[in-house]
């Protein structure tokens, strides 16, 4: 087996499992590094395929394919967080993969997720594990009259989420989710939402983004902007937030740390998404060194780059039809279009950053 | 015959001839742009194909394979300015090339191209044409003592030039050129050198970046640094000298217009490179729109994206060995690599860019 005593040296191969936007914009930060890409991906027509000369399409547990991707690379990571465990562990037996499986398996979960972050004496929503609708119904009785049924795995976008408002709602929900096994959150009635994105290096190093402040729509990520309200005090608690997590998985690469900014100021983590994070798109034009570039400084054990922001930034998705508007857009700001064919209903298309001048 | 009335829109796919590390830029950003691109270059090796999925390695002559390679774009630009004119009228007749032919052609040649600056009424040091070495002693005879002898055409980073002080010595320099035909040029005492990194939209819109401060070393770019010691006013007649030039060629794409900043604050042209520039590469970090993004846009009919600086920036080329010290480069900025196997003397390895607060 591979090991990585050393870093990945330039004109070395880091392989990304998952061949969206995410994969693609890591592929071209790698690119600007030396590193050569290779995309795994289980479909042939995958964005990422289009700016790397070495791509595996193959189903994510074929594990021949896995064994043989795993051979032509020498550090390999994920735009997704959801590949079977089994599937890790083949690809872990053969080359260094980064994050670590156990950073992965502890976040593809939810209850396992929620669990690891109490322990670690940060707040949450109130949580309850929903393995059966009677289980269902118990639970909703101990929240004070809201809460949001979600799947414990799979889930993003919104997918897998109903918000409840009674005992029969839950139990209801949880029957449309085909007996998944879930986990009932409380309803928390914060301020606003922002996001850490933050890298930990193979060395431990530790470097954090300044917060975004998020606004979605439909359950998608509409807008994130930098600065957000937060005061200094906040930001800085909301990085040491995002360190204690990232040391506690001893993680390596970028994470990202959804939070609530509760109406009394305090910080409830939301969610840890172990990978780049649309909320850190706008660190593409606003710093020096990107998320992306970031998370393949950390894969190939390289030292961090630097997190600093240089321009103020508001990001903004663009969706489903959106993008037929892609030249006017192109007039307003920096644009990414991710070479996907078909713009669907809520399907990410691209997004487009302006930069104002700081403060 | 493809015709380009429309832009080329997201999906559609930009030919560059040439892989090198400009290639490889470029087609980082027709990425970006939600464009695909085809790269078209003599050895089967080049940089730029490790960043895409169409490629094609093929000579610059090969008719049928340009001609196979122009149906496959929507569009065809060059990272370099020195395709045989015959292979570029080939392309032209079957599918939009931008710059044009007569672009190309003008710039091609030492000669044509000072004549042509001479004609707009734009300075240039003194130049004569050299067909043989008795006309290169004449030559000489006009200038005041010391001169450059250049050949006309395939020159670059010092190749095919030589320092003259005497009619001796500048008919041997012409004969160490192996009688290719040539000018010489008279010695200017300038006081540094600048550069307009501007593009000219299909539409006839001009957007020029701020002219950096270019420092060279054994005739290759060290070093550009932006802002430069220009006054404003000397940066509003450097930006409308390379809009007269741009004009007046029907320019399509991005150029860059070198000078010398005289002893008494005048600007001389002393060359043209109808492509992206190496002394523009801080336009990654340091602008919303870089050359490479701004060069795309030109090429595939979109409008110009915003030259406007936010940073002050110092780009920094990596040459031959230095490349080897790249872990300590990771930690001091902005690192590009190019994804060259070996690092030859003299040889661009890659860049650095450091940014800094704007003033």
């Given at each position: 087996m591979?090991?990585?005593?050393k870093?990945?040296p330039p004109?070395?191969?880091?392989g990304?499992i998952g061949g969206?936007?995410l994969?693609?914009?890591?592929s071209?930060?790698?690119?600007?590094?030396?590193?050569k890409s290779c995309?795994y991906?289980?479909?042939?027509?995958?964005?990422?395929f289009?700016?790397t000369?070495?791509?595996?399409a193959?189903?994510?547990?074929d594990?021949?394919?896995?064994?043989?991707f795993?051979?032509?690379?020498?550090?390999?990571?994920f735009?997704?967080?959801?590949l079977?465990?089994?599937a890790?562990?083949?690809?872990a037996?053969r080359v260094p993969?980064?994050?670590?499986?156990h950073?992965?398996?502890?976040?593809?979960d939810?209850l396992?997720e929620?669990?690891?972050?109490e322990?670690l004496?940060?707040k949450?929503?109130?949580f309850f594990?929903?393995?059966?609708?009677?289980?269902?119904?118990e639970?909703?009785?101990?929240?004070n009259g809201?809460?949001?049924l979600?799947t414990?795995?799979?889930g993003y976008?919104?997918k897998?989420?109903?918000k409840?408002?009674s005992a029969?709602?839950t139990?209801r929900?949880?029957?449309?989710?085909?007996?998944a096994?879930?986990?009932?959150?409380g309803?928390v009635d914060?301020s606003y939402?922002?996001s850490v994105?933050?890298?930990r290096?193979a060395?431990?190093?530790?470097?954090?983004?300044d917060?975004?402040h998020n606004?979605?729509e439909?359950?998608?990520?509409r807008?994130?902007?930098?600065p957000?309200?937060?005061?200094?005090?906040?930001v800085?608690?909301a990085?040491?937030?995002?360190?204690?997590?990232?040391?506690?998985?001893?993680y390596?690469g970028v994470?990202?740390?959804?939070?609530f900014?509760?109406?009394?100021?305090?910080?409830?983590v939301?969610?840890?998404?172990?990978?780049?994070?649309?909320?850190?798109?706008?660190?593409?034009?606003?710093c020096q060194c990107?998320?992306?570039?970031q998370h393949?400084r950390?894969?190939?054990?390289?030292?961090l780059?630097?997190p600093?922001?240089h321009?103020?930034?508001?990001m903004?998705?663009?969706?489903g039809?959106?993008?037929?508007?892609?030249?006017a857009l192109?007039?307003g700001?920096?644009l990414?279009?991710?070479g996907?064919?078909?713009?669907?209903?809520?399907?990410k298309?691209g997004?487009v950053?302006?930069?104002?001048?700081k403060a």
């Amino acid at each position: 087996m591979k090991t990585l005593e050393k870093p990945v040296p330039p004109g070395g191969t880091i392989g990304i499992i998952g061949g969206g936007q995410l994969g693609r914009m890591l592929s071209l930060a790698a690119a600007r590094l030396g590193l050569k890409s290779c995309i795994y991906n289980d479909t042939p027509d995958a964005p990422a395929f289009q700016v790397t000369q070495n791509a595996v399409a193959a189903l994510y547990d074929d594990l021949n394919m896995l064994a043989g991707f795993a051979d032509a690379c020498d550090a390999v990571t994920f735009e997704f967080e959801n590949l079977p465990a089994h599937a890790i562990a083949h690809l872990a037996e053969r080359v260094p993969v980064r994050p670590g499986a156990h950073a992965l398996a502890m976040t593809q979960d939810r209850l396992t997720e929620k669990t690891f972050v109490e322990k670690l004496g940060l707040k949450t929503a109130p949580f309850f594990d929903v393995t059966s609708a009677e289980q269902a119904r118990e639970a909703f009785g101990k929240l004070n009259g809201k809460g949001i049924l979600k799947t414990r795995r799979f889930g993003y976008d919104g997918k897998g989420q109903a918000k409840v408002a009674s005992a029969d709602d839950t139990a209801r929900a949880f029957e449309s989710f085909k007996g998944a096994p879930s986990i009932l959150e409380g309803f928390v009635d914060f301020s606003y939402e922002v996001s850490v994105v933050a890298a930990r290096g193979a060395d431990g190093a530790f470097a954090a983004y300044d917060p975004p402040h998020n606004e979605h729509e439909n359950h998608i990520l509409r807008r994130s902007t930098v600065p957000s309200q937060l005061t200094p005090a906040q930001v800085s608690e909301a990085k040491a937030m995002a360190k204690k997590i990232a040391d506690a998985l001893d993680y390596v690469g970028v994470l990202a740390v959804e939070m609530f900014v509760g109406k009394d100021g305090g910080l409830l983590v939301n969610e840890i998404a172990p990978r780049v994070h649309n909320s850190g798109h706008w660190t593409i034009e606003a710093c020096q060194c990107s998320q992306f570039e970031q998370h393949i400084r950390a894969v190939a054990g390289w030292p961090l780059g630097d997190p600093v922001r240089h321009a103020d930034a508001v990001m903004e998705n663009i969706i489903g039809a959106e993008a037929d508007a892609w030249e006017a857009l192109a007039r307003g700001g920096a644009l990414h279009l991710y070479g996907k064919k078909e713009s669907r209903p809520g399907r990410k298309m691209g997004h487009v950053t302006r930069l104002r001048g700081k403060a």
